[in-house]
């Protein structure tokens, strides 16, 4: 189809809704100098599209409407003859192919061809297809595919996918019923690539011109130390979650506590901080990691204190995402399965989470944030180890927590001890032990941030 007839397809449109209005306009006067007044019938209330709020669209009617081959050579209108309900092998006895919309009132429209793969492609100002099932109108064995919705916001678009090169013969709109009518006739591959060039001619000026494109921020940069380290500290359960709880105490009050204390160590240090919760608040697990990635966190920080209801396990102990080895016990997956378990009381449907394309995207951003987060674990577990602070005989261990998952974040969960042990449970409740531990977080940060901030300036290089 060519520039010219297509501008003529989009003129013809535009004045055939502006004509059927006038018409519609003067039979109504018509009626109502012929009639007495009479009570109007109640009009059928039709609801609007979901998530759209427009009102009087033209809505399609599929029981007059369809998509039918032409025998070859056939009059406009005669079709293949076929049988009801008889659907003929794709590309057999290749004719030209009619698309009849009927709709309860004219709109504008346009018609266009793309190629690769050839697709006829028609937008409206606007069609409701909404609950119409595309296989309702389609008849034609040419057609390989039919859909159709919302395009952008007060225009609708129809596609549909051909077996083979096609372009428009002819499209029109008549009004005494609406109905919106196109002819395709067969082609080959250059003349469906010139039909498809004269559609980009018209396609980016006047009403049809695509919205702006969204702006789409920048990822976040790699911190390479121009800055201060940013760092998201997540204090673990919250609110209707208390976390552990032996011995009078709940994981929940006292992970915040040292998270508050630990915030403004670092920020007097220097360091930009956030954190998932400042009050005794839920956070369902996957919002801590949608924290941290909307603020540009260089490092998430999750801090717990958890028990366990059989065996013994005491001291400090680091997490990084991964399956748990088995000189570790089934302690780690325990408490990963916990954490989640506490979302699902909490009333956070966990269902769909696990995505097998998203988790392969996201095994590709871990190949280089996965390195970093292992030697931010090594530096705490050294500062720790440094400072005299108690920590479990496997002090770095691997768990599947929801809250590592961050792909381009260093993630770590940091177990300041075990509310089940005697011992845990008086250091944790000592304000001195956890200025200590504090201070040896906060050196493992530096300690970190420099090492990574050196990696990020060498690769830049």
């Given at each position: 189809m060519n520039g010219r007839i297509f501008g003529t397809f989009v003129a013809t449109a535009l004045a055939v809704a502006g004509l059927a209005q006038a018409q519609a306009q003067t039979r109504v006067q018509a009626q109502a100098q012929a009639q007495p007044p009479a009570q109007p019938?109640?009009?059928?209330?039709?609801?609007?599209?979901?998530?759209?709020?427009?009102?009087?669209?033209?809505?399609?009617?599929?029981?007059?409407?369809?998509?039918?081959?032409?025998?070859?050579?056939?009059?406009?209108?005669?079709?293949?003859?076929?049988?009801?309900?008889?659907?003929?092998?794709?590309?057999?006895?290749?004719?030209?192919?009619?698309?009849?919309?009927?709709?309860?009132?004219?709109?504008?429209?346009?018609?266009?061809?793309?190629?690769?793969?050839?697709?006829?492609?028609?937008?409206?100002?606007?069609?409701?297809?909404?609950?119409?099932?595309?296989?309702?109108?389609?008849?034609?064995?040419?057609?390989?595919?039919?859909?159709?919705?919302?395009?952008?916001?007060?225009?609708?678009?129809?596609?549909?996918?051909?077996d083979a090169p096609y372009v428009v013969a002819s499209a029109w709109q008549e009004t005494a019923p609406t109905r919106i009518n196109v002819s395709l006739v067969p082609s080959d591959a250059a003349g469906l690539a010139a039909a498809a060039r004269a559609h980009d001619s018209e396609a980016t000026a006047g009403p049809w011109a695509l919205p702006a494109p969204a702006v789409i921020p920048a990822p976040h940069p790699r911190q390479d130390g121009s800055r201060p380290l940013?760092?998201?500290?997540?204090?673990?359960?919250?609110?209707?979650?208390?976390?552990?709880?032996?011995?009078?105490?709940?994981?929940?009050?006292?992970?915040?506590?040292?998270?508050?204390?630990?915030?403004?160590?670092?920020i007097r240090a220097g360091m930009d901080v956030q954190m998932t919760r400042a009050e005794d608040v839920f956070v369902p697990l996957d919002t801590r990691v949608s924290v941290a990635r909307a603020w540009g966190a260089d490092l998430m920080l999750s801090v717990h204190a958890d028990a366990i209801a059989e065996g013994e396990a005491h001291g400090a102990t680091v997490y990084l995402l991964g399956a748990a080895a088995a000189a570790a016990g089934h302690t780690a997956e325990e408490l990963a399965a916990r954490h989640d378990r506490d979302d699902l009381l909490a009333g956070v449907d966990l269902d769909g989470h696990d995505d097998e394309v998203a988790g392969v995207l996201m095994d590709l951003a871990r190949a280089e944030t996965g390195p970093r987060s292992d030697r931010l674990a090594q530096a705490l577990a050294a500062r720790l180890k440094a400072a005299g602070l108690r920590m479990h005989r496997h002090p770095v261990q691997r768990a599947d927590f929801t809250v590592l998952k961050a792909p381009d974040i260093p993630s770590v969960l940091l177990e300041l001890g075990f509310l089940s042990s005697q011992e845990d449970r008086a250091r944790l409740a000592d304000p001195a032990w956890r200025e200590r531990m504090a201070q040896a977080v906060l050196g493992a940060l530096d300690d970190w941030g420099a090492a990574d901030a050196a990696e990020a300036r060498l690769l830049r290089q």
């Open positions: 019938p109640a009009a059928p209330q039709v609801p609007p599209p979901a998530g759209q709020e427009l009102s009087a669209l033209a809505r399609l009617d599929p029981r007059a409407s369809g998509i039918e081959d032409l025998a070859p050579e056939a009059a406009p209108g005669q079709t293949s003859g076929r049988a009801p309900g008889k659907v003929p092998e794709r590309g057999a006895g290749q004719g030209a192919i009619s698309l009849r919309l009927a709709l309860s009132q004219p709109v504008p429209f346009r018609v266009f061809m793309l190629d690769d793969p050839p697709r006829l492609v028609m937008d409206f100002r606007e069609v409701a297809f909404d609950g119409i099932d595309p296989a309702a109108i389609d008849r034609s064995a040419h057609v390989t595919a039919l859909r159709w919705g919302a395009f952008h916001p007060g225009w609708s678009r129809l596609v549909a996918e051909l940013r760092v998201l500290i997540d204090p673990g359960h919250g609110g209707l979650d208390p976390g552990a709880e032996a011995g009078g105490l709940s994981e929940a009050p006292l992970v915040l506590a040292f998270a508050l204390q630990l915030r403004d160590l670092l």
